[in-house]
C-alpha cells in the first residue's frame, strides 16, 4: 500500500507556470508506475499525465503535450508535474495516481490516489 500527498496547486493568471508535487509513502516508491490526472468542476475525470516505474517512458494527453512535464524522483519519494503556458481549461483538482501494474493512461489502472490539489488560472 501507499499514501500519496499531493502539494503546489494555486491561483495563476494564463500563461503562468506551476510545480505539483506528489509525496508517497509506504510501499516502494519504485514499485509504482505512476500518474496525473484531472477533474474540472462538472466534468469526468481525465488523465494528464504518466509515468514508469524508473522515469523511462513518460505519457501525455494530446491537450497538455509539450506545456506538461511530468518526472519522478525515487530518491525521494516524490512525482512532479510541472506545468508553463498555463491555461483557464487546465482549470481543476489534479491527482496523483500510482499503479503497481504497468504505466497506464485510464484510471482504472490505479490503485492509489491523492486527494487533490486545486489549480485554478485566471484569463
Known amino acids: 500500500q501507499v499514501q500519496l500527498v499531493e502539494s503546489g496547486g494555486g491561483l495563476v493568471q494564463t500563461g503562468g507556470s506551476l510545480r505539483l508535487a506528489c509525496i508517497a509513502s509506504?510501499?516502494?516508491?519504485?514499485?509504482?508506475?505512476m500518474g496525473w490526472f484531472r477533474q474540472a468542476p462538472g466534468k469526468e475525470r481525465e488523465f494528464v499525465a504518466a509515468?514508469?516505474?524508473?522515469?523511462?517512458?513518460?505519457y501525455y494527453a494530446d491537450a497538455v503535450k509539450g506545456r506538461f512535464t511530468i518526472s519522478r524522483d525515487n530518491a525521494k519519494n516524490t512525482l512532479y508535474l510541472q506545468m508553463n503556458s498555463l491555461k483557464p481549461e487546465d482549470t481543476a483538482v489534479y491527482y496523483c495516481a500510482a499503479s503497481p501494474r504497468v504505466v497506464a493512461t485510464v484510471s482504472p489502472a490505479y490503485d492509489y490516489w491523492g486527494q487533490g490539489t486545486q489549480v485554478t488560472v485566471s484569463s
Open positions: 509515468i514508469s516505474r524508473f522515469g523511462g517512458s513518460t
Open positions: 509506504g510501499r516502494s516508491f519504485s514499485s509504482f508506475a
